[in-house]
């Protein structure tokens, strides 16, 4: 079953400017991951944030985590062309232990 | 760094045929996963292993079976290969089963069956 969903399903920018992605999710979980998918390829794992924290920083990227709201927001700062992928939110639930729930993505277009 | 292989990225088979998956990771990690990818669905999990010869139905395991026999290599196997299991089909590793662990993915096989 689907755990986390991603808003926007698609979203494009120009290169410079910031982009926003969030995931709700609809049960207590254990952290919550973020994952870019380049076209045909294999996810690459870019952040994770536990259950306990409430934003994270890498790099450009930076992560938000409400546990009260079942949301997560992933802010790519400065994007550049390069970052035009799927963008992926996957949950640990609770009550698993290493199964990862995957939404169904967001998909970045960063124009040069 | 992590390598996860995947035996093709591109296989067209017969609806009926048997399909073996074969993926391989070079880190000495416990877990191994599959997945398949459909537009508009994400990614859903068909089996993963936690061991040797240990396996765990994901959440679509139906039409689908695996193989553990080396710690190293995870198959996922189509019994009788349908046209509904045309896909992209994803293999994933991680260290332990400890939650934080990191999945490391192969670069996908993309399956048509006819």
């Known amino acids: 079953s689907q755990q986390g969903e991603e808003d926007p399903q698609a979203l494009s920018i120009q290169e410079g400017e910031n982009a926003t992605m969030n995931c709700s999710y609809k049960?207590?979980?254990?952290?919550l991951q973020w994952y870019r998918q380049n076209s045909g390829r294999g996810l690459v794992h870019l952040i994770l944030?536990?259950?306990?924290?409430r934003e994270k920083h890498s790099g450009r990227l930076r992560v938000t985590l409400d546990t009260s709201k079942k949301s997560s927001s992933l802010l790519i700062t400065a994007s550049r062309a390069a970052d035009t992928a799927s963008y992926f939110c996957?949950?640990?639930?609770?009550?698993?232990?290493?199964?990862?729930?995957f939404g169904k993505g967001t998909l970045l277009t960063v124009n040069p | 760094d992590v390598k996860v292989t995947q035996s093709s990225r591109y296989l067209v088979k017969r609806t009926g045929e048997k399909v073996f998956l074969e993926c391989v990771q070079d880190?000495?990690?416990?877990?191994m996963f599959w997945y398949r990818q459909d537009p508009g669905l994400g990614l859903r999990l068909i089996y993963f292993?936690?061991?040797?010869?240990?396996?765990e139905k994901g959440d679509i395991p139906e039409g689908y079976s695996v193989s553990r026999e080396k710690k190293e290599r995870f198959s996922l196997i189509l019994e009788s290969a349908s046209t509904n299991q045309t896909s992209m089909y994803l293999c994933?590793?991680?260290?332990?089963?400890?939650?934080?662990?990191?999945?490391?993915f192969g670069p996908g096989t993309r399956l048509t069956v006819l």
């Open positions: 994933a590793s991680s260290l332990t089963e400890l939650t934080t662990d990191t999945q490391y």
């Open positions: 292993s936690y061991d040797v010869k240990m396996k």
């Open positions: 944030i536990r259950s306990n924290e």
């Open positions: 880190m000495d990690h416990e877990n």
């Open positions: 049960t207590s979980i254990n952290n």
């Open positions: 996957a949950t640990v639930d609770g009550g698993s232990n290493y199964k990862l729930t």
